[in-house]
């Protein structure tokens, strides 16, 4: 029987691919059937991916990237279009925020370092806009393909102190809208750009903010935690189901979206 949610033989591109969401996601797409390209930062990180997909009986291809450095991503399309010659999926999943970029509970706005404010813009934001510009040309060529972008539950109700990763978030959320009507306009109903949304998941990025040194709970988290309906976290592998259904055919209808993945944390209003 035709399986709508089947992302078998897709060619996806995953940016942030050695990330703890991003691996978690590249390993359950590959199990699918997905041919996976784990774009990404750290070279040794990246190819123990690779081999752990490949050894399970997956296809994966690990290439070193920097999702800031446009010649680069260009190369890594060359190298991606030569191999396999399409392109079915970008996942934009690089992100992140800086401990620089975050307002301590002693400072103010004002004390914030202005070049590490805009390195996580810069990164979340330009981060995203870059791989759209070079891999969607592979799309652009077939008038078929999806993208899919991070955004943050800081989004919709804006989180005190990550400022600058809010404001990239938020523009993210903002650039999905305009990029779906976009290519939908251009290139038809086959073009689909949506995003997805985590809750709170325990990963690098966040991990100063959310426990402590001894692995203790912070204030912070304490907070989330009572405001998060299932009070716990996420676990990577429950955004892997509305991945798959946003990479498949299943969505088809569906572009301009953010899809929330979070325990109920924005449905809730605290009373
Ligand atoms: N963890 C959460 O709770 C949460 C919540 C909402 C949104 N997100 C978003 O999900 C995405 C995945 O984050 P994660 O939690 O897995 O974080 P992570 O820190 O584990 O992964 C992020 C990855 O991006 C990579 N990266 C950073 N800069 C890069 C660059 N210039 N070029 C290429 N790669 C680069 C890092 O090497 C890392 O592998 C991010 O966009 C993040 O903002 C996470």
């Known amino acids: 029987m035709n399986n709508e949610f089947d992302v078998q033989g897709k060619v996806i591109v995953v940016t942030g691919g050695t990330g703890v969401l991003g691996k978690s996601l590249c390993a359950h797409l590959a199990s699918k059937g ?3 390209v784990i774009l990404g930062f750290d070279a040794h990180r990246g190819k123990a991916i690779e081999n752990q997909i490949v050894e399970g009986g997956g296809e994966a291809w690990f290439l070193q990237t920097n999702v800031l450095d446009i010649a680069l991503l260009k190369q890594n399309y060359a190298d991606i279009m030569s191999r ?9 999943a690089a992100g992140g925020n800086r401990p620089g970029a975050t307002v301590e509970p002693d400072q103010s706005f004002l004390d914030l370092d202005m070049n590490e404010l805009r390195q996580v813009i810069d990164l979340n934001l330009y981060g995203t806009m870059y791989p759209v510009s070079v891999f969607a040309k592979a799309m652009i060529e077939r008038k078929e393909g999806v993208i899919l972008n991070f955004t943050s539950a800081t989004v919709n109700r804006p989180m005190t102190r990550v400022v600058g990763y ?8 903002n ?19 949506n995003a997805i949304s985590p809750g709170f998941f325990l990963t690098e990025q966040n991990r100063s903010l959310l426990t402590n040194s001894d692995g203790t709970w912070t204030e912070r988290s304490k907070k989330i935690l009572e405001s ?13 189901g509305a991945i798959q259904w946003l990479c498949s055919d299943a969505s ?3 572009t301009g ?10 449905a809730f209003s605290g009373v």
């Open 257 to 266: 979206q953010t899809i929330i993945v979070d325990g109920g944390f924005d």
């Open 252 to 254: 088809r209808f569906v």
């Open 228 to 240: 998060t309906p299932f009070g716990r976290l996420g676990e990577a592998k429950e955004l892997h």
């Open 34 to 36: 997905a041919s996976i």
């Open 84 to 92: 396999y010659g399409v392109i079915n999926v970008l996942i934009n």
């Open 175 to 193: 650039f999905t809208q305009w990029l779906a009507v976009e290519f939908a306009q251009k290139y038809g109903d086959k073009m689909r750009v």
């Open 166 to 173: 809010s404001a990239a978030k938020s523009a993210i959320q």
